[in-house]
């Protein structure tokens, strides 16, 4: 689904705006979410999925560090911040006295434009060694007769035979993966769903945290509700970004390694997880980022932290009179109280007012939030340690879409669980 690399084109990066393309161009085509990605390789198991969940930790760290070596062979930078431990000791003690959890690991950082030549050398590399690719032609469904695989269909009708498949279709084809493995009788246990917003701020707030860890990781159990919030996917020097699900369009970060604007951004996520009866948690953020799509003419909305707590709009001149300039041109000034449920903004707001005492300045009336921000981690799928279906032979799922990961390290880590796991078998 989607075009090849260099056919990958956001209408929004040269003007702001997203004009709903039928298929996203940040998220779909070779290279998958990952390649407009802010290209963080987070070294650690214990952020970005779910891998642990499978193979023991050694294994894990093992493959991660295989993985993190093929990026460096591709053309990744060899910096790798995280790893100065006197100074990340001190960032913990002052995260917790203020009730903050701060995971600490080690980040290569290739920004997106190092992640993308990464996805030339490595589409070179897999041409040289003779795959063939197929763009613009949706998998449609999973062929499976007695338990077995038997191949895909594509969009068009045509027939792919296999004796293996792998399905791994990113957040993008996450509902499309639910609706295949319920048609085949798989379990997928309901996962969870992250709300939240994305924060700008000046750079200079964050830097005693980012020049150290580039990505402080910051977890918060709020005081009304006890809902954990956490500060996810930092941005520092980044820009704000779009992207779209379904026709639905939110909001994500990115950086560049050359070049940096002055502002940081991160995303403020409340995790939530719903019980039976209801199972629908990608529904339900869906129509909450639909909702700030409405009342914004199917843009994000922008306000600033100061006008949400006074209860009023922000205008075009609200938002040019703030300090921290928007590095999203496209977000229609708006009231985020019209969109967000009690609970949510509740969340949102004694968050960054905690988050303030260890990062003096978060809290200001200039603070940008831009929403909706989502992540859909829901389907999870019923898989052995090798990442093959317990239920029907041949068939593997990996990455983003299968609950397995949250990031490009345990993607691409799930991808070589399976690539190893199918070479053995094709061995004999
Ligand atoms: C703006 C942005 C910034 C990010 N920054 C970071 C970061 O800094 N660090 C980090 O670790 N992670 C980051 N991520 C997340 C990371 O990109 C994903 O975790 C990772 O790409 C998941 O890999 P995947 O292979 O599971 O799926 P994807 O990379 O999403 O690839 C799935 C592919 O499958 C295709 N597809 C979907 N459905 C079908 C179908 N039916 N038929 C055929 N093809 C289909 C899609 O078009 C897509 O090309 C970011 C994501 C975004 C959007």
């Known amino acids: 689904m989607g075009p090849d690399l260099a056919g990958r084109r956001c209408p929004a990066q040269s003007t702001g705006k997203c004009v709903l393309c039928p298929t996203c161009a ?34 894990v760290r093992e493959l991660i560090s295989y993985v993190d070596s093929v990026y460096l062979e591709l053309g990744a930078p ?23 959890l701060l995971i600490p690991f080690r980040i290569r950082h290739m920004g997106s434009d190092g992640g993308y030549r990464v996805l030339q050398n490595f589409r070179r590399l897999l041409e040289e060694l003779g795959v063939e690719f197929r763009f613009g032609t949706p998998v449609e469904r999973v062929e499976v007769e007695d338990g077995r695989v038997r191949g895909v269909s594509l969009a068009g009708g045509e027939f792919l035979p296999s ?3 792998v399905v791994a279709p990113g957040r993008v084809g996450a509902n499309w993966l639910v609706s295949e493995a319920r048609r085949l009788g798989m379990r997928v246990e309901s996962g969870r769903v992250d709300i939240g917003v994305r924060v700008e701020v000046l750079a200079e707030v964050m830097r005693e945290f980012t020049d150290i860890l580039y990505e402080p990781k910051l977890v918060y159990y709020t005081k009304t509700f006890d809902d954990k919030v956490r500060v996810f ?47 629908d948690s990608i529904s339900y953020a ?35 009179r703030s300090v921290v300039e928007p590095t999203l041109g496209g977000a229609v000034p708006g009231d985020l109280s019209f969109v967000y449920p009690y609970r949510y903004l509740m969340d949102i707001l004694e968050t960054l007012q905690a988050l303030n005492n260890v990062m003096p300045g978060i809290y200001s009336d200039h603070t940008l939030l831009y929403g909706v921000e989502i992540k859909l981690h829901t389907a999870k799928l019923d898989l052995k340690r090798n990442l093959e279906s317990k239920t029907i032979q041949g068939l593997y799922a990996g990455g983003d879409a299968a609950g397995v990961s949250r990031g490009l390290i345990q993607a691409s880590a799930s991808g070589v669980v399976i690539g190893r796991d199918v070479a053995r078998r094709l061995a004999g």
Do not use: H, M
């Open 163 to 165: 004796r293996y498949v």
């Open 286 to 320: 869906l129509d909450i980022a639909k909702l700030a799509n409405n009342i914004a003419d199917n843009q994000p909305i922008i306000q600033r932290l100061g006008d949400l707590l006074r209860g009023r709009r922000s205008t075009p001149a609200r938002i040019s």
């Open 233 to 279: 996917c930092v941005n520092p020097g980044g820009f704000v970004v779009t992207e779209s699900y379904w026709g639905i369009v939110t909001v994500n970060g990115a950086a560049r390694e050359d070049s940096k604007t002055d502002n940081t951004n991160f995303a403020l996520l409340v995790s939530v997880k719903f019980t039976e009866p209801y199972k």
């Open 26 to 59: 940040v998220v779909s085509g070779f290279g998958g979410a990952g390649a407009f990605s802010d290209g963080k390789l987070n070294l650690t198991e214990r952020v970005g999925g779910e891998l642990a969940d499978y193979l023991d930790g050694g294994q």
């Open 78 to 100: 060899d910096r790798v911040y995280g790893t100065d431990d006197k100074a990340i000791a001190e960032l913990k003690r002052k995260a917790y006295r203020q009730g903050f």
